[in-house]
């Protein structure tokens, strides 16, 4: 059973930085795409950024615009989601999530078949 930990969430005030972390089980997480998606109260829940197996290639969501950045480390089974220069509108419960098998750098969430709880982002004004 896989299982996704998200660590690294707070509250901190606009135009500061948190780094996100999501421990992933499973012996084979380097074969699989991950992804970051985030999900504020009354919206639907909606993409950040994925990376693929190898960490060479990325994709982030428009609104993203430089400030936030994926990473992965698989040798310690673990993504990250750097993010600085946060807004108000970042305010949101993070998930990460791990796509499909074969699954390809995606931002659709129908590709991704096992996510984390969440851990709660709360950008002050």
């Known amino acids: 059973q896989v299982q996704l930990v998200e660590s690294g969430g707070g509250l901190v005030q606009a135009g500061g930085s948190l780094r996100l972390s999501c421990v992933a089980s499973?012996?084979?997480?380097?074969?699989?795409?991950m992804g970051w998606f985030r999900q504020a109260p009354g919206k639907e829940r909606e993409f950040v950024a994925a990376i693929n197996w190898t960490g060479g290639s990325t994709l982030y969501a428009a609104f993203v615009k430089g400030r936030f950045t994926i990473s992965r480390d698989n040798a310690k089974n673990t993504v990250y989601l750097q993010m600085n220069s946060l807004k108000p509108e970042d305010t949101a419960v993070y998930y990460c999530?791990?796509?499909?098998?074969?699954?390809?750098?995606?931002?659709?969430?129908?590709?991704?078949?096992?996510w984390g709880q969440g851990t709660q982002v709360t950008v002050s004004s």
């Open positions: 499973g012996r084979t997480f380097s074969t699989y795409t």
């Open positions: 999530a791990r796509g499909k098998l074969n699954s390809g750098l995606t931002r659709t969430m129908g590709e991704y078949n096992y």
